[in-house]
């Protein structure tokens, strides 16, 4: 019976710890809204510490791969050793899309974490390419694991914010 508690104590933990994080992936999300990007942020955290943080910048570079993801996974391929990256555990907005997802299975990451589904995106900004993560995971030698957050309220926050930049901001054009 102690098991279960113990269990169930460091799910809680868990959970405090990844809902902490992907708070702070909204904030870099509206930081890429407000250099005039798309609404998407990621970090990586080693031992439950920040060690590196990207936003979105696909309008400010004009590249369709600057994904917060890949700028977050050039950074640590630059930064961090192959060991920390399997330690790391990357946290993100928004489930990463294919090309972001394939990068973080060639870093050696090999946690994700994330808000918005790739399902509720497409609802949200209308459908495009539709592979999920683990879809392109599904095929891989030793995947990263992937999961959402049970926080419902940081899932509305995070959908909340696509719904204002895809649907609000975009009407106006």
């Not at 169930?8 to 990844?18: C, N, S």
């Not at 095929?139 to 895809?166: D, F, M």
């Amino acid at each position: 019976m102690q098991n279960s508690h113990i269990n169930e104590g460091t799910k809680m933990k868990q959970a405090e710890q990844d809902n902490h994080w992907l708070k702070q992936t909204l904030n870099l999300s509206q930081a890429a809204v407000d250099a005039g990007n798309h609404p998407f942020g990621a970090l990586l955290v080693i031992d439950n510490r920040l060690a590196l943080e990207a936003e979105n910048t696909v309008n400010t570079y004009n590249d369709a791969t600057r994904h917060a993801e890949m700028n977050l996974v050039s950074q640590a391929c630059q930064n961090l050793s192959e060991s920390q990256r399997k330690e790391a555990v990357l946290y993100t907005s928004t489930e990463p899309c294919a090309m972001c997802a394939g990068a973080i299975y060639w870093s050696g990451i090999k946690q994700v974490v994330y808000a918005c589904s790739g399902s509720e995106l497409n609802e949200i900004a209308g459908k495009s390419l539709i592979c999920h993560s683990e879809e392109v995971f599904l095929g891989a030698v030793n995947p990263p694991s992937v999961r959402s957050t049970q926080s419902q309220s940081l899932i509305e926050q995070a959908c909340e914010q696509h719904k204002k930049y895809w649907i609000e901001d975009w009407s106006c054009l």
